[in-house]
């Protein structure tokens, strides 16, 4: 019972593991914390969506997605985001919550509100048995590429010339001019990198939850409390902190009642946070004065 | 001297006859408009002049409009008067213990919590329904005007009118909150922590001053929302709720009560009319304008007032700027401002 609970937390871990690294991408490579990150990626899945039903295979759709999510990152980025961006991380806030409200509503007047099945190859024959633990492949299929995706995260931010320079443009735009850093390629960059990793996440998530306008918002506050957990700039911790809050919320939902999982994730993050601000793997900045 | 007197006169008698001349619908939608705009003038607090983004305050108002519906409704223990008071002194001392984990984060850690706040509230207001009437929310009789009054008040007549007393006295104090010490506290801390530190302000003190204050207003808004709408279900108090209260502040004006109560005005009126184009219409507006605003108009409406009174020769100038304390929000600095009213503020004396 405890070992299967377990179990099923970390198959929705992975999906909250998958959508924090996309904002562990952004919030490293521009130092901007994206509330539309879910939204965004809904978009992207519902594009997926009406690009099969207009005949395309899952795999050619897929692949117009990521150019399309790509596309829809660097437009964020270039005609909105670049104009607060020198403003207070307040304004930077506020700007990313009206862009979750438009996607949201948007979406909503586009394709309405009506939830529709995904269909994936991905997910298919019998749940495996592990040791008397049923786990279906999808499951293994998503945290595998969860860790491939940290992994290449984790590589990308501290081996490649480019990671190393995102980095330097979040942390000193200034600075980083004057070294001949691009700085404006480097954040349409961040961000169009930033919605492909949201558009993977929805597209594997998606056959899971159903699509409809609201079906990330949830997604995205677990997310948010994974990436939160592990530390905003740590694509490891992205990862463990998404497993950790699945595991808890799954736990808490068994033993405490359904109804209160997602108080219950509010309640480890501030905890967390009150004991370790930066998170379990983050890195606390320093303050300049 | 003799205009302002004359405007303000003017002014609250429109809103004290408003609710024998309005038809019930648009009596109804001033009622809201000024509920909002205690909320908005609380979060303003918070967030325009202590700098403190919250996306919480929709399940502040959940907190306060429950209180009071509790005791007044489903319990009936209370009249409906000391109830506000104490659903406004519950969502206070929320406020403060939201206050605690707020003081070790800042900027979007701090939001996140907040969003996670409003999403648990409603969970946990499911979840207690023996208290809280679960789904079905509790229903909450209009009150009647207190004795010989109620034949010539009707009962909506009265909760407008109550709703009207203490929303000015909130703004009033608000207004002037930044002549005192404390006020100025909090614009120093929302400038710069360090510096206001090193001059020897308490952090810890003014940031759960501030988080109790907004609380305190945004749950006496719920106890008259409580009685305005004359009913409360979770439903009532998403995530959604809290980013319309961003967004009347946003349109308003960060860092003004005046901004404050024109960004709630906005804000309720804008559905009526957008909801004839889509159901989504109105929240694809509350989105685009709080991009818009950022963008083009950070200091808002408030904001755009002020420099268009500051272009008039300097005789004409006092009528505007009565509710302004002229702030500015980090990083929309706004060079033609004083820092603190004190011109604006010596006619007020004679």
Redesign the interface.
Same mark, same amino acid.
């Given at each position: 019972m405890l070992l299967e609970q377990v179990v099923s937390g970390l198959a929705s871990g992975s999906l909250y593991g998958l959508f924090a690294l996309a904002l562990v991408m952004i919030y490293r490579g521009t130092d901007v914390v994206n509330f539309a990150q879910g939204e965004m990626a809904m978009i992207t899945v519902f594009v997926a969506l009406t690009l099969m039903k207009a005949g395309l295979s899952f795999w050619a759709a897929f692949g117009c997605t990521l150019v399309f999510a790509a596309l829809l990152g660097a437009v964020a980025e270039r005609f909105i985001i670049r104009y607060v961006s020198q403003g207070a991380v307040l304004n930077l806030v506020i700007v990313t919550v009206g862009m979750f409200t438009v996607c949201n509503s948007l979406a909503g007047w586009i394709w309405g509100y009506i939830p529709e099945p995904f269909p994936t190859p991905l997910e298919g024959g019998a749940p495996l048995r592990l040791g008397g633990i049923v786990v279906t492949r999808y499951t293994l299929v998503i945290l595998a590429v969860a860790v491939t995706i940290m992994v290449l995260l984790y590589t990308f931010f501290t081996f490649t010339t480019v990671g190393i320079a995102m980095r330097a443009v979040a942390q000193n735009r200034t600075a980083s001019r004057l070294m001949g850093i691009p700085v404006n390629r480097m954040l349409l960059l961040s961000w169009a990198l930033s919605s492909v990793l949201g558009a993977v996440a929805g597209v594997l998530v998606a056959p899971l939850t159903y699509v409809d306008p609201n079906a990330m918002s949830g997604l995205l506050v677990y997310a948010f409390a994974s990436a939160v957990l592990g530390g905003l700039d740590s694509p490891v911790g992205a990862v463990i902190g998404g497993l950790l809050v699945g595991v808890v919320e799954n736990l808490a939902g068994a033993y405490l009642g359904s109804e209160l999982k997602l108080s219950f994730a509010f309640a480890l993050i501030v905890g967390v946070l009150v004991i370790r601000p930066a998170g379990l793997f983050g890195h606390a900045r320093l303050k300049k004065v | 001297m003799g205009i302002r007197v004359a405007a303000w006169v003017a002014g609250a008698l429109v809103l004290v006859t408003a609710p024998f001349v309005l038809d019930p619908y648009y009596r109804f939608l001033v009622t809201m408009m000024i509920v909002y705009s205690v909320v908005a003038v609380g979060l303003n607090l918070l967030?325009g002049y202590s700098?403190q +983004?919250s996306?919480g305050h929709g399940a502040f108002l959940a907190i306060g409009a429950y209180t009071t519906a509790i005791v007044v409704a489903r319990f009936d223990v209370m009249p409906y008067a000391p109830a506000i008071l104490l659903g406004a002194v519950v969502t206070a001392l929320a406020g403060l213990g939201l206050g605690?984990?707020a003081l %070790? *984060? /800042?900027?979007?850690?701090l939001? +996140?919590?907040t969003? &996670?706040?409003s +999403?648990?509230v409603p969970?946990?207001l499911?979840?207690f329904e023996w208290l809280t009437g679960g789904v079905q929310g509790i229903l909450v009789p209009t009150p009647p005007a207190p004795g010989a009054l109620a034949r010539w008040i009707e009962a909506e007549q009265w909760v407008y009118l109550l709703a009207l007393a203490p929303a000015a006295a909130l703004a009033a104090i608000a207004a002037n909150l930044f002549r005192t010490g404390a006020g100025r506290a909090l614009v120093a801390l929302r400038d710069s922590e360090?510096a206001a530190q090193s001059v020897g302000i308490s952090l810890r003190r003014y940031k759960l001053l501030a988080f109790t204050l907004s609380a305190f207003y945004t749950g006496l808004a719920g106890g008259l929302y409580t009685l305005a709408v004359g009913f409360v279900s979770p439903d009532s108090f998403t995530? *959604?709720t809290s +980013?319309q209260f961003?967004a009347m502040i946003?349109v308003g004006g960060?860092g003004s009560v005046f901004g404050s109560i024109l960004g709630a005005v906005v804000i309720t009126l804008l559905p009526n009319y957008a909801s004839e184009i /889509?159901?989504?219409?109105?929240?694809?507006i509350?989105?685009?304008?709080?991009?818009v605003f950022?963008?083009f108009l950070?200091t808002g409406l408030a904001g755009l007032f002020r420099r268009l009174i500051a272009r008039r020769p300097a005789g004409a100038r006092q009528t505007g700027a009565s509710a302004q304390t002229s702030i500015h %929000? &980090?990083?929309?600095r706004d060079d033609s401002q004083q820092p603190h009213p004190t011109p604006q503020a010596a006619p007020e004396r004679d």
């Open positions: - | 967030t700098g +983004i996306l605690f984990p %070790r *984060l /800042s900027g979007p850690y939001a +996140i919590v969003v &996670g706040f +999403i648990a969970q946990v499911l979840k360090v995530l *959604l +980013i961003l946003v960060l /889509s159901k989504a219409a109105p929240w694809a509350y989105g685009a304008v709080l991009i950022m963008i950070p %929000r &980090g990083g929309v």
